[in-house]
C-alpha cells in the first residue's frame, strides 16, 4: 500500500502539522499520484489540495481528508468574504465526496457531524497534542483506515463490475466462467485511468484464460456488448509480451499499435 500525501501551504506553516506531516510519512509515502492506493489531503481551504483530490477521483484513487481543525465554527465565519465563496466553488464538494473524513479532536468530530457534508468521519487523536497515544499507535490507526478505505472502495468497483457484466448476459443464461474473464479484464480496464495496472491483474485472467472451460463465441458476443473488444486485444497483446500467453488461449485475436504499446508502459510489479 501507498499513500500520497498532501499538507496545505498554511497548514505546513505550523510547527504541530509540519511534525504531524512528518509522522505520516513514515506510512510508505510515494511523491507519484500514479503509484499511489489512496490519497491523503492535510488541510482544508486549499485550491491545489482540491485539484489534487479532483484528479484521484478521475483516475480512480480513494481518497481521505484530515481538515486538521480547518472546519469548524469560528472557520466557517472568519473571513466571511471567502469562506462562503470557498465552499460554494469546492470545498464542500470536496468533503463530500472523500471516502473519509479524519478528526483529530472530538469536539472537531462532532463539529463535523453536524455539518453533515460527509458521513464517514472517523477520529484519530494527534500525537503531538496527547499523551494517550504514541506516534506508532497513531501511525498503525492510520494504516488500519487506509486499509479500510482501500478495501471498501474496491468492493463497490468490484460490485459496480459485475452489474455491468450481468447486464451483458443477454438471451444467454448464467455463466461463471465467461463472467470471471470479463470481470477480471474490466479491472484492468478499470486501471487505465490510474495509469498504473499491476502485474498481478495480467497473471489473473492469464490463469482464468488457461485454467477455465468457457464458450468462445459466447464470450467474444459479450465482449462485443460491453464494448471492450478493441482494449480486450490490445491487452492480449500485451500479455503476450508480459506474461505468455499464446494464441491458443486467446478468444479473439490481439493486436498491437500505440495504445497496446502504452498500455504496456503502464504494468507495474
Known sequence: ???????????????????????????????????????????????????????????????????????SFWNMKKPTTRRPIQRMLYQKKEIKDAQAIVATTVAEFDYLR??????????????????????????????????????????????????????????????DNEDAILEQLLQIESRIPHQNIPLSYLQKL???????????????????QLKIRKFSQRVFQVMAETTGLTEGYMPIEAIEDKTSKQIQKIITE
Not at 505520516?24 to 507519484?32: F, H, P, S, V, Y
Not at 500525537?127 to 488500519?144: G, N, P
Open 1 to 71: 500500500m501507498k499513500i500520497y500525501l498532501y499538507i496545505t501551504s498554511k497548514a505546513n506553516k505550523t510547527y504541530v502539522w509540519q511534525n504531524y506531516m512528518r509522522i505520516l510519512q513514515d506510512c510508505n509515502r510515494t511523491d507519484r499520484l500514479e503509484d499511489a492506493d489512496i490519497v491523503h489531503i492535510l488541510g482544508v481551504w486549499s485550491s491545489k489540495a482540491n485539484k489534487i483530490t479532483r484528479k484521484a477521483k478521475k483516475m480512480g484513487i480513494p481518497y481521505i481528508v484530515s481538515p486538521l481543525g480547518g472546519i
Open 114 to 175: 453536524k455539518r453533515k457534508w460527509n458521513s464517514q468521519i472517523y477520529r484519530i487523536s494527534n500525537c503531538i497534542l496527547t499523551h494517550q497515544i504514541s506516534e506508532a499507535e497513531m501511525q498503525a490507526e492510520f494504516k488500519s483506515l487506509y486499509d479500510k478505505v482501500i478495501a471498501k472502495y474496491e468492493q463497490r468497483k468490484t460490485e459496480k463490475i459485475k452489474e455491468r457484466v450481468a447486464l451483458s448476459l443477454g438471451e444467454h443464461k448464467e455463466q
Open 206 to 224: 492469464q490463469i482464468l484464460l488457461h485454467d477455465t472451460e468457457y464458450n468462445d463465441d459466447i464470450l467474444e458476443e459479450r465482449i462485443e
